[in-house]
T-cell receptor, first 114, second 114 residues
Framework: DTGVSQDPRHKITKRGQNVTFRCDPISEHNRLYWYRQTLGQGPEFLTYFQNEAQLEKSRLLSDRFSAERPKGSFSTLEIQRTEQGDSAMYLC????????????FGSGTRLTVV | AQSVTQLDSHVSVSEGTPVLLRCNYSSSYSPSLFWYVQHPNKGLQLLLKYTSAATLVKGINGFEAEFKKSETSFHLTKPSAHMSDAAEYFCVVSDRANAGKSTFGDGTTLTVKP
């Protein structure tokens, strides 16, 4: 068990381009979460999965954002037609599926849109 | 609905003196409460958690937090600050109504002076 892995660590993209991030959770964890963190703010919830089912999406997640978790293993977060306001740290976390377990976070993917 | 308010955005202490980081929460149900720490350029790490057992919770690196339902507070303390404690600290609430989705506070930056 190597923890939660995120790839890439950094991504610089031009406005209007599409980007995709990957998260590999702890293998025993059936819940996977995506959060977004901007400078000076706490992480904001984007979406979460229980196994392969996407159970909730935040209103922050516009139609340009889509997330998948095929087969309940790794997850991808895609942003289409990126905007400068999408620049942020994108955090992935996993948990064993009970409310009081807490999360294990990955190191995040820092997205810069130029 | 659940929410968290971290009462201080910045706290500065001298090495060897006590640390107090304040957190108030709001939850419609019996909450689980957490503190996470984020060191510069590092991922978020779980410090400690309250899950309806003992109200005084001990975590890693000598930190403690006390759940006070009457005050809806979950303040983080440490008797003696160390230089390595300098980091960003996040108070987090989660309840069953939100299926394990956690809401983060905006964070408190702890500075430790030599």
């Amino acid at each position: 068990d190597t923890g939660v892995s995120q790839d890439p660590r950094h991504k610089i993209t031009k406005r209007g381009q599409n980007v995709t991030f990957r998260c590999d959770p702890i293998s025993e964890h059936n819940r996977l979460y995506w959060y977004r963190q901007t400078l000076g703010q706490g992480p904001e919830f984007l979406t979460y999965f229980q196994n392969e089912a996407q159970l909730e999406k935040s209103r922050l997640l516009s139609d340009r954002f889509s997330a998948e978790r095929p087969k309940g293993s790794f997850s991808t977060l895609e942003i289409q037609r990126t905007e400068q306001g999408d620049s942020a740290m994108y955090l992935c976390a996993s948990s064993p599926g009970v409310t009081d377990a807490g999360y294990t976070f990955g190191s995040g993917t820092r997205l810069t849109v130029v | 609905a659940q929410s968290v308010t971290q009462l201080d955005s910045h706290v500065s202490v001298s090495e060897g003196t006590p640390v107090l980081l304040r957190c108030n929460y709001s939850s419609s149900y019996s909450p689980s409460l957490f503190w996470y720490v984020q060191h510069p350029n590092k991922g978020l790490q779980l410090l400690l958690k309250y899950t309806s057992a003992a109200t005084l919770v001990k975590g890693i690196n000598g930190f403690e937090a006390e759940f006070k339902k009457s005050e809806t507070s979950f303040h983080l303390t440490k008797p003696s600050a160390h230089m390595s404690d300098a980091a960003e600290y996040f108070c987090v609430v989660s309840d069953r109504a939100n299926a394990g989705k956690s809401t983060f506070g905006d964070g408190t930056t702890l500075t430790v002076k030599p």
